[in-house]
């Protein structure tokens, strides 16, 4: 693969981490858990992989896109400078979405998934329906402008095949994403996994901006050369340094739970 294709898969990582602190990310840690599909009567190990089947289908959709992106990139026989010309502008604006520069900022889908479907429905429907809409990357709380840009550097290499592995890869993580909850065994254990998880949260957030400032050194790398590269990723840095205080949550938080009748309470299925 050249370099356009590793910063694909560089940044659908860097997408894919950052997701796992949407509401509907969080709480799938809490909605699927040995603990809680036991209280169901259904088995945990069948409705994970019902969940990450699904989130692998989502990301197989969105991969889609950006594989008929791709198709158009190499039907316009774009050079490689012109592919990240393409790049660079997308990740400018997605940089200044997640740093919030003036106030801009992209469609983050303030959705949730919908919580009354673990009670009406077997495991695999709300399984695979959840895992979908996590895998797909904007059918809920959209938590970077990542997400976004990975569909674009994935379409900028030209290559359909290439370009839904790479996006179909973010669907996929993000539906292993939901594995850490395996050890859940009760409601201690699960409390103890969201403090885990929210100690990162700020990390999360960083990541997702030097994802993106990394996306526009390499493609700058490509259009001026690697002094240009570097150039470009010191000054991004100071950049962001200077409008951190935008960078943040597009969603509320999902409570830590503290009682057993607390895990199956609506606020945990966002």
């Known amino acids: 693969m050249d370099l356009m294709a590793w910063t694909a898969v560089g940044i659908a990582l860097v997408a894919a981490f950052r997701s796992t602190w949407s509401p509907c990310g969080v709480s799938?840690?809490?909605?699927?858990?040995?603990?809680?599909?036991?209280?169901?009567g259904h088995r945990y190990w069948a409705t994970v992989s019902w969940f990450v089947a699904g989130s692998l289908l989502g990301g197989l959709t969105l991969g889609s896109v950006a594989a008929l992106g791709a198709v158009a990139v190499g039907s316009l026989g774009l050079s490689a400078t012109a592919s990240a010309g393409l790049v660079l502008l997308a990740g400018v604006i997605t940089l200044a979405s997640d740093l919030k520069v003036g106030g801009f900022h992209l469609p983050a889908n303030p959705r949730q998934v919908e919580r009354s479907w673990l009670d009406r429905y077997r495991s695999w429907v709300y399984g695979m329906g959840?895992?979908?809409?996590?895998?797909?990357?904007?059918?809920?709380?959209v938590m970077s402008a990542s997400v976004y840009l990975m569909v674009v550097v994935a379409a900028a290499t030209g290559e359909p095949l290439l370009a839904l592995a790479i996006v179909t890869m973010f669907g996929l993580l993000r539906g292993l994403a939901v594995l850490p909850a395996a050890w859940v065994r009760s409601p201690a254990d699960l409390g103890e996994l969201h403090r885990r998880i929210e100690r990162f949260r700020p990390a999360s957030r960083v990541v997702a901006v030097v994802g993106q400032i990394a996306v526009l050194a390499?493609?700058?790398t490509v259009t001026g050369g690697p002094v240009a590269?570097?150039?470009t990723a010191v000054l991004l840095a100071v950049v962001a340094s200077?409008?951190?205080?935008?960078i943040g949550d597009p969603a509320p938080r999902v409570r830590i739970p503290d009682t057993p009748a607390?895990?199956?309470e609506p606020h945990y299925s966002g």
């Open 242 to 246: 200077a409008f951190r205080s935008g």
């Open 28 to 40: 799938m840690l809490s909605s699927i858990t040995p603990l809680s599909e036991a209280g169901r």
């Open 229 to 231: 590269g570097l150039i």
């Open 218 to 220: 390499v493609a700058t």
């Open 262 to 264: 607390e895990l199956d």
């Open 130 to 141: 959840f895992g979908w809409q996590l895998g797909v990357g904007v059918a809920t709380y």
